[in-house]
């Protein structure tokens, strides 16, 4: 009896995540990070994650108005970047997030683990890099496909770490010890030299892709809320 009920809990707890995960990649990524880090634990969840769960629960439940809201505005990417180095305390791997906006709205946005372990935090935030520039071009591609005219000078690359964009911009290069990621250094640097992006430093606090990194006190997350888009409908109608 005892270990039916550990598969229940471990299936309702699956359940919980799987559809606050679908809820965080479709209208609500100030929720991603916080599923993320719980989805490693769907194997075996411990009382701790099923508290956790409930918690993103009640916080949906006092923000159910919460909405991401689209206006008319410039035909222009902008992409926020960041990454939390060696965020994970078992495997040491960093955690990178993006954010793209085209004009003043959010169209996509990404938390995940990084599958190497990287050995700086130039180079965690150099891989959330190079995964942004795959999502620019697929955006730059769509656009293409519907005959909308984009210049791609405009695609905004914006990051918080200046050694990584010298290595995109190749003001500087990696170090000898960095070989291993070279060809992400390449990739990056003939986007930015064909003018298919343009990157530039932005300050911490005002990376919009640090909520997606990291778990934030509630006042930053409030300020991130409002930088993803997300709007009360009270605020809309005011």
Not at 107 to 128: D, F, G, I, M, P
Not at 173 to 192: E, M, Q, S, Y
Request: with cysteine; net charge positive.
């Amino acid at each position: 009896a005892e270990e039916n009920k550990d598969v229940v809990q471990v299936e309702l707890f699956q359940s919980i995540v799987g559809s606050l995960m679908y809820l965080a990649l479709r209208t609500r990524p100030d929720i991603l990070v916080a599923v993320v880090i719980l989805a490693r634990f769907s194997q075996s969840p411990t009382t701790y994650c099923h508290r956790a769960a409930k918690r993103i629960l009640r916080y949906l439940r006092g923000f159910m108005d919460l909405a991401l809201v689209y206006k008319k505005g410039s035909m222009k990417f902008e992409t926020f970047v960041d990454s939390d180095y060696a965020a994970d305390t078992h495997t040491r791997k960093s955690t990178s997030g993006w954010v793209i906006k085209f004009g003043d709205a959010v169209v996509a946005w990404n938390s995940k683990r990084q599958k190497a372990v990287a050995l700086s935090t130039c180079e965690a935030e150099y891989h959330a890099l190079t995964e942004a520039s795959k999502d620019i071009l697929h955006f730059n591609r769509i656009l293409e496909e519907l005959d909308i005219e984009v210049d791609r000078k405009c695609s905004k690359l914006r990051s918080d770490n200046i050694s990584a964009i010298n290595w995109a911009t190749g003001e500087r290069a990696p170090k000898k010890r960095a070989k291993h990621i070279h060809t992400k250094v390449h990739f990056v640097r003939d986007l930015v030299a064909n003018e298919e992006i343009d990157i530039s430093y932005v300050p911490s606090e005002e990376n919009t892709a640090d909520v997606l990194t990291k778990p934030l006190g509630s006042i930053k997350h409030d300020l991130m809320k409002k930088k993803l888009s997300l709007h009360t409908l009270a605020e809309e109608e005011c």
